[in-house]
């Protein structure tokens, strides 16, 4: 990866996580409801760190994981990355 490809790759791979964690979140909760095999809640928490914005917002949509204390870090993630994102603009600008 050449440093001139990095912010279109980070364009293309960074959404594409927080869609991933909202329909990943998604589908645990449907198979929740459906009582069927489910996503282990450490893969749910690395793959919200990944993607926090998605995770968070499947979070709220689907109802999904509000309880657990764990998933009380989500949205420190979610300001994690937001601050990576500004500092990272804040360089570029």
């Known amino acids: 990866m ?3 490809s990095l912010p279109i790759d980070i364009l293309i791979f960074y959404p594409a996580v927080n869609i991933a964690a909202f329909l ?3 589908y645990d ?3 929740a409801l459906r009582n069927t095999w489910r996503i282990s809640e450490g893969m749910l928490l690395a793959l919200a760190f990944s ?3 998605g995770a968070l917002a499947a979070m709220k949509v689907f109802r999904h994981k509000t309880r657990k204390m764990k ?3 989500v949205p ?3 300001a ?3 601050a990576i994102i500004l500092y990272g603009i804040s360089i570029i600008v």
Do not use: E, V
């Open 71 to 73: 998933f009380y870090l």
């Open 80 to 82: 994690f990355h937001l």
């Open 24 to 26: 990943i979140f998604g």
């Open 2 to 4: 050449t440093p001139t």
């Open 29 to 31: 909760k449907r198979n």
């Open 76 to 78: 420190l993630f979610a």
């Open 51 to 53: 993607g926090p914005f």
